[in-house]
């Protein structure tokens, strides 16, 4: 292979990647515009709401329960050797809604609803389902992505705050009903010392981390390749790809709301 | 023969391909298609796999673009056109997927009733209406709460068809609609799709491989070979044209010497 064929190949390599990402932007911007443009379909949007969301619940209840409740228990021990155990609700709060409660969440939910949406949008077009769609004047990005993207705006804060709510009580249970954490303290501490900017950067988190985990789901299940391996490939891909975005976009989004 | 280079009046064709070319990466897939389906009548593409048949449907039916050439879809060039128009001009089909691509999240009834929920006004006893006429058209009867994964292949097709058919289209395709089905089946629904084209006075285009099986029921036939279309006419001239290839491509269908092709591809 001499150099120019090698100069040729890593600049196809690179344009091909440059593309790649600018279909992935372009992807949203797409959706994100069929949103504001007729026809509306709010049933599609209710339709996923309760696919992302309420079907997400038990699951997001279960892991904010054990998440407060290890919070409570080490909590205490680390507070217990300073004697501050009166803090403890404070610790459990904040952590939970400025960091946890956000991030934990989006995890779960790309895991369950992420990765049944790949799956989903990856066989249609696997099955030309969505070139079905195309054929009869239907536009797929308009029918499939934008009520997806739309309910995890939607779904997203709401599970985010169920989770926080569920992990402060967790919490509570553990520290203060197994451990013998002082009870009072446990609310009026974080009555006291929480802000309504934590919550924002809670609620700021969680929408990102809704449009986010929806597009990179659905953009992969969308460019899934037409075989079995596609769609398998596909799925795994959007788990990883939006846990790693999430990790990394709560780092810049906390680099910037602290 | 060679109307397609020939050229027809136009007002008697639905659709009118010209000079298209189409390339893969580095493989040239269609490489200048003149094809003429004239209007009301059934045409046939065959040819052997991976010669550009289903590429070349997909152009006409406009989920690709041609690099170059021209497509007119009953008197409209539409390989110009915006996202509308060709919205606009898709409002004519009616497509059969190879593999049916009904929607496997929705029933048989709400498969063949959602071109008519998403695209039409009509009240909900009108669509039911429409859709226990169309299902009746095509053979099926008490399948309106059966999901496709619970009905046979064949009868997916007829599903398919249906769905296709349900807002009276002008223009139907039709990729290769007898794939996966053997050969009573296959015969029923060629039976199937010549009855409807002439009950809906359709024009319709088909990619087929099963020759020579689907020549009964074709008014024309175009064979396709190495991106370009080698033969066209009717079943009879193009039979009757000794070409070599074509006639190895028939006898290789037969003696499944095509699948080895495939195979070792």
């Given at each position: 292979m001499n150099i120019a064929e090698t100069i040729e190949r890593l600049g196809a390599l690179i344009l091909e990647r440059v593309f790649a990402l600018g279909g992935f932007l372009l992807f949203l911007i797409n959706a994100l515009m069929y949103v504001f443009?007729?026809?509306?379909?709010p049933r599609l949007i209710i339709r996923q709401v309760r696919q992302i969301g309420a079907d997400s619940m038990f699951l997001i209840i279960l892991i904010a329960a054990f998440t407060g409740m290890v919070l409570g228990l080490q909590g205490y021990k680390t507070l217990s050797l300073f004697g501050s155990e009166g803090a403890l609700g404070i610790l459990v709060a904040l952590a939970l809604v400025r960091e946890l409660g956000p991030v934990l969440a989006a995890l779960m939910i790309a895991a369950r609803a992420g990765s049944a949406m790949a799956a989903e949008l990856g066989s249609m077009q696997a099955t030309e389902q969505i070139d079905a769609l195309t054929v009869m004047a239907i536009n797929p990005v308009q029918y499939l992505v934008s009520p997806r993207i739309v309910a995890g705006i939607i779904s997203f804060p709401l599970l985010t705050v169920i989770f926080d709510v569920v992990g402060i009580i967790g919490g509570y249970l553990v520290g203060?009903?197994?451990?013998?954490?002082?009870?009072?303290?446990y609310f009026n501490g974080i009555k006291a010392n929480m802000g309504s900017h934590d919550i924002a950067s809670t609620l700021y988190k969680s929408l990102v981390f809704g449009v986010v985990v929806m597009w990179v789901c659905c953009y992969k299940g969308y460019n899934a390749q037409r075989m079995a391996t596609g769609v398998s490939r596909a799925t795994t891909e959007a788990v990883v790809l939006s846990s790693v975005l999430v990790l990394a976009w709560d780092y810049f989004l906390t680099s910037i709301l602290l | 023969m060679n109307q397609a280079q020939n050229?027809?009046?136009?007002?008697?064709?639905a659709v009118e391909v010209r000079g298209l070319k189409k390339r893969f990466g580095r493989q040239?897939?269609?490489?200048g298609v003149d094809l003429d389906c004239p209007a009301q009548e059934i045409t046939t593409i065959v040819g052997p796999?991976?010669?550009?048949k289903t590429v070349l449907l997909k152009h006409i039916n406009l989920l690709l673009r041609p690099d170059a050439g021209t497509i007119t879809i009953e008197g409209v060039e539409v390989t110009r056109l915006g996202a509308l128009a060709l919205n606009a001009v898709r409002e004519k089909f009616g497509m059969l997927f190879q593999a049916g691509a009904?929607?496997?999240?929705?029933t048989v009834f709400e498969n063949v009733a959602f071109p008519l929920v998403e695209k039409t006004n009509l009240s909900v006893e009108e669509i039911a209406q429409r859709v226990h006429e169309t299902l009746d058209a095509v053979g099926?009867?008490?399948?309106?709460?059966?999901?496709?994964?619970?009905?046979s292949g064949g009868m997916q097709k007829r599903v398919a068809l249906a769905r296709a058919l349900v807002r009276k289209p002008r223009i139907l395709m039709l990729d290769?609609?007898?794939?996966?089905?053997d050969p009573t089946r296959t015969g029923a629904i060629h039976e199937l799709i010549r009855n409807t084209q002439k009950n809906f006075g359709l024009s319709a285009v088909m990619v087929s491989h099963d020759v020579p099986a689907v020549f009964e029921i074709s008014d024309r036939v175009a064979f396709i070979k190495q991106g370009k279309i080698r033969l066209y006419g009717t079943p009879a001239e193009v039979l009757a044209a000794n070409d070599e290839v074509f006639d190895r491509f028939l006898k290789g269908r037969a003696s499944g010497e095509d699948l080895e092709q495939t195979a070792t591809a």
């Open positions: 443009l007729p026809p509306y379909k203060v009903g197994l451990m013998g954490a002082p009870a009072g303290p | 050229g027809n009046p136009s007002s008697a064709n040239q897939v269609l490489d796999s991976g010669e550009g009904l929607f496997d999240s929705m099926l009867q008490g399948m309106d709460t059966k999901f496709p994964s619970e009905i290769e609609p007898t794939t996966g089905l």
